[in-house]
């Protein structure tokens, strides 16, 4: 006699094709000893682009719509209500415009998303923000912070109309010292920062197993604020954990480029000032036990998110592997021409 079929919870994925979105995916279709218990549409703008090729699977499949026309992604959610396996949640990831781009854009796709989700009775709704150092400096915010912080409003208001959230708050990627441009960056953070200014680090593989944790156990977390860091310290801390594992010390530019970049450019001076507001922020008497409620939650949904030296290691081991260009929206032409 064959085992009875479970009908499986089908999850809406945007930004399916992006890091954080397939970190997810891969981590929410894991096999499990009664097999994944989801179907994911993983939403693409371009279904035959090799990136949403390489993704479909038996328990993936990619749908094609565009975040800038609504009712392309309404159509999503009709077709799936009209045959029968409407949709039960939705992760929303939203591509990063660059540093310092207009990003109306992306407020307008996520509060989109957010209202879809609440007109068709979606049973969770997660949606992948910024950790900021909490709300207090929300009102000075710009650009693509100003935007997660309105769709955060946003879907926390529609909370009150029955919407069921969870909203992540990821901090700075480790991905972000990868390659070229990745020397760049910590060249920058090293000489702009004070030596025991502490940088929030997470592997984005992380942030999709956090995800899928919350998925998991979605009552445990509604209507929470979940604070996604694997590691805190400082670029000193960095620099010895890389050196310690790779032998050889973490690639970064000379000194005086890195400050020349510092003071030519407004968006980097605006990181290393944004930075420091977030240490300050966090080591400060009044960030209080929300803050550390927060980092809990992300620990009770995957207890097992990387340091900053085991991602180090997990990197060394994959040196051989593609890099992705551009995934973070930045460019070394645009940073160098003061675009970035």
Partial sequence: ??????????????????????????????????????????LTRNSKQPSAKGITSEHVAVVQGNLDAPESIRKIFENQKNEGQAIWGVFCVLAFPGLGVNADGEEKQGKMMADLSL??????????????????????????????????????????????????RPGFFMENYEGTLGAITFGVLKAGLKPTTTVQLIAIDDIGHVA?????????????????????????????????VVGRPMPSIPALLARALISLNSQTKGLIFDMERVHSARS?????????????????????????????RSREDRRTSRREKNWNGVSLGKLLKGRQ
């Avoid at 709300?135 to 069921?164: C, F, P, S, W, Y």
């Avoid at 899928?212 to 694997?230: H, P, R, W, Y």
Wanted: proline residues 2%.
């Fill in 212 to 244: 899928a944790g919350i998925f998991n156990d979605a009552s445990s977390f509604e209507s929470q604020v979940v604070v996604v860091v694997g590691d805190i310290c400082d670029t000193l801390q960095q620099e010895k954990a890389y050196q310690d």
């Fill in 284 to 312: 400060s008497e009044t960030a209080g036990g929300e803050y550390y409620m927060q980092l809990d939650r992300a620990k009770r949904a995957y207890p097992h998110m990387k340091s900053f030296a085991e991602w180090c």
């Fill in 119 to 168: 007109e068709f009775g979606i049973s969770f709704f997660v949606f992948s923000s910024v950790e900021r150092g909490g709300e207090g400096a929300d009102d000075t915010m710009m650009d693509d912070r100003l935007a997660k912080i309105r769709i955060e409003n946003h879907v926390k208001q529609l909370g009150t109309k029955g919407l069921k959230w969870s909203i992540l």
């Fill in 1 to 42: 006699m064959s085992e009875p079929t479970i009908e499986k919870k089908v999850i809406l994925v945007t930004g399916a094709t992006g890091r954080q979105g397939r970190s997810f995916i891969n981590a929410l279709t894991a096999s499990t000893d009664s097999g994944p218990r989801y179907h994911v549409l993983a």
